[in-house]
């Protein structure tokens, strides 16, 4: 007899674990439907994000930023550090025991809220007479159970290139290139995006050649073009990132030394060759095997769920939240859809305002931004006022010799409503906070200009910005 709940999330992940803790917390009786295993064969809840994506690339990504500190910068605090070296075997083993934290405190949030763990594949395959039936593939055979409501959190995988490929080895995803065993001396990173930028700055703080390859003419054409513009100075012209643009990839071949890539800029000719290579082009839903077809679900030709606002499908009382569904592919979009989607279940009124999701980019510095970018309120004819103030001059950056990068606010030239707040700093990520909230609760510049704010701290040239759009920064 199927095992019958008042809710089954399909998938593990941010905003799968996060529905179903929701969910139970609600007083639902609540299954979560995950197959994912380690390299060991182990179950693992916490799905591409804390197993292979966010947290394993954030660890790496402090640890060689350490590095470079230590050979770089501590010299100017009048720290001398001679001899410093690379053990890459304890810095992936403290990323893994990181992962591992993570993903057993899931575990420990499942037993605590009664959440129940049915582990293997889900496949919907029709309606039964306590709900929709799911299908669970895994080592222990094949079982069904039922759910009066269904949320598919299953999630996104890489992107490929057709003809090329990944073993995670010679040629890589994310998952490779987090689990390198030794610094390649040349890596090449096909994709200039968040993922291309961070794997890409991991390695080449550690003593890799890194060279970026993108098929775009222009760099990170999702941010603000001033913080594009700031961005490419620090990581191509400083840090000696070596992007190039506008790129057609012409051929590949993997031979017993590594990759060898033909491609074409500006019409000309090039080849890179290079020990490992990357490949970040993107991410793609993780909906072909979820059995879709059975019961009618709507899908797109993109591979994503048709939902409405509150992430209601086509099919009563099936929901589906984060990778799978439009709006950015982000954790903690997707958490935010399943805390809605529990409650909405529950007969709660919930909403996602997508329009004030932060995005980051955790290079060094780092990149935030929420809401529009100066060249989005241009195209759409909307009248704005800017506010910039730089880190250049504020105290608490220079105590971390910290310097680099800028606040920009955008502000409606009529209303002054906060339209838009892109930061480019090396604690950006935590920053935008302050803006998030602002913009949610529909601020003017003004009132984030009327905030008193410590000093000395990096808050201020937030405070300083929203100064700058009524041209009043008062230390510059």
């Known amino acids: 007899m199927a095992q019958t709940f008042d809710v089954i999330v399909i998938g593990a992940g941010p905003a799968g674990y996060i529905a179903a803790v929701r969910a139970a917390q609600l007083g639902m009786k609540t299954a979560c439907v995950e197959e994912w295993k380690t390299p060991q064969g182990i179950g693992a809840l916490g799905g591409t994000c804390l197993n292979t994506g966010c947290i394993p690339s954030k660890a790496l990504l402090e640890s060689s930023e350490n590095y470079e500190r230590v050979r770089h910068k501590f010299e100017s605090h009048g720290i001398a550090i001679a001899g410093a070296k690379i053990d890459l075997a304890k810095m992936m083993a403290r990323k893994d025991s990181i992962v591992t934290k993570m993903t057993k405190g899931i575990e420990f949030l499942f037993k605590k809220n009664n959440i129940t763990w049915l582990k293997g594949h889900a496949t919907l395959v029709g309606k039964g007479g306590a709900g929709w039936q799911v299908e669970v593939s895994g ?44 610094v390649p001396k040349r890596l090449g990173v096909i994709g200039a995006g968040v993922i291309g930028l961070e794997l890409g700055s991991v390695w080449r703080r550690l003593g890799a050649k890194v060279t970026v390859l993108e098929v775009l003419p222009s760099f990170l054409a999702a941010a603000d073009e001033s913080i594009a513009k700031a961005a490419w100075k620090i990581f191509n012209e400083r840090q000696k990132l070596d992007i190039q643009l506008g790129v057609t990839i012409v051929k590949t071949q993997v031979g017993k030394k590594g990759v060898s890539i033909d491609y074409e800029q500006d019409g000309k000719p090039l080849k890179l060759e290079c020990d490992r290579l990357v490949v970040s082009i993107g991410r793609i839903p993780n909906t072909d095997r979820l059995g879709a077809e059975n019961v ?27 990778d799978v569904v439009r709006g950015p592919m982000l954790a903690h979009k997707g958490e935010e859809e399943g805390v809605m989607v529990a409650e909405l279940i529950a007969g709660q009124k919930a909403h996602v305002n997508l329009e004030t999701i932060p995005w980051v980019i955790y290079t060094s510095p780092e990149i935030a931004w929420v809401g529009r970018t100066e060249q989005q309120l241009r195209e759409e004819g909307t009248p704005y006022r800017v506010g910039q103030f730089p880190f250049t001059i504020n105290g608490r950056a220079l105590s971390q010799d910290e310097t680099e990068g800028f606040v920009k606010m955008l502000a409606h030239a009529k209303t002054d409503e906060i339209l838009g707040v892109h930061i480019i700093n090396t604690h950006a990520s935590e920053l935008i906070a302050e803006a998030v909230v602002a913009m949610e609760f529909r601020a003017c510049s003004e009132d984030v200009a009327r905030i008193v704010h410590a000093h000395p701290s990096l808050s201020e040239v937030m405070h300083e910005a929203a100064l700058a759009v009524d041209k009043r920064a008062l230390n510059m």
């Not at 999630?155 to 080895?169: F, I, Q, T, Y």
């Not at 009618?296 to 984060?322: M, T, Y």
């Open 296 to 322: 009618g679900l709507k899908i797109d030709e993109r591979g994503f769920i048709e939902v409405d606002a509150h992430c209601r499908s086509n099919l009563q009382n099936v929901f589906a939240i984060g």
């Open 139 to 182: 080592d222990g055979g094949t079982d069904v159970a039922e759910g009066k409501a269904i949320i598919i959190a299953t999630g996104s995988k890489a992107r490929h290139l057709p003809d090329l490929p990944v073993d995670n080895e010679v040629v890589c995803d994310n998952v490779g290139a987090l689990s390198f065993t030794e």
